[in-house]
């Protein structure tokens, strides 16, 4: 599977933004998705996850009730609408793509895309 992620940029506290992440492959339908992010100097940590069909989601209590994961697998494509962003949402964002159920661990996940540069400021 081989991830894309776009729709990153500079944005201001209070704006969004929706990021996305098209997978090639006929069998993206198969694998649950997440969203990590990773801040200059600190490591990767879990956004979001969305399981193979889109009915079971998960967020880290960071984002809760501002950002919402989502996917269409018609498209192959998996989203990260993100609202009421703050200057600590600042990061490179990476989708990541698990045959199975998601986890939060980065080390769960076996196919990564290059990354997507969200700047907050305020």
């Known amino acids: 599977v081989h991830l894309v992620e776009s729709g990153g940029g500079l944005a201001q506290a209070g704006d969004s933004l929706r990021l996305s992440c098209a997978a090639s492959?006929?069998?993206?339908?198969?694998?649950?998705m997440g969203w990590f992010r990773q801040a200059e100097g600190k490591e990767r940590e879990f956004v979001a996850a969305?399981?193979?069909?889109?009915?079971?989601?998960s967020y880290a209590d960071s984002v809760k009730g501002r950002f919402t994961i989502s996917r269409d697998n018609a498209k192959n494509t998996v989203y990260l609408q993100m609202n009421s962003l703050k200057p600590e949402d600042t990061a490179v964002y990476y989708c990541?793509?698990?045959?199975?159920?998601?986890?939060?661990?980065?080390?769960?996940?076996?196919?990564w895309g290059q990354g997507t540069q969200v700047t907050v400021s305020s």
């Open positions: 990541a793509a698990v045959l199975g159920y998601p986890v939060v661990r980065p080390a769960g996940y076996d196919y």
């Open positions: 492959g006929r069998t993206f339908s198969r694998y649950a």
């Open positions: 969305i399981n193979w069909r889109g009915g079971s989601t």
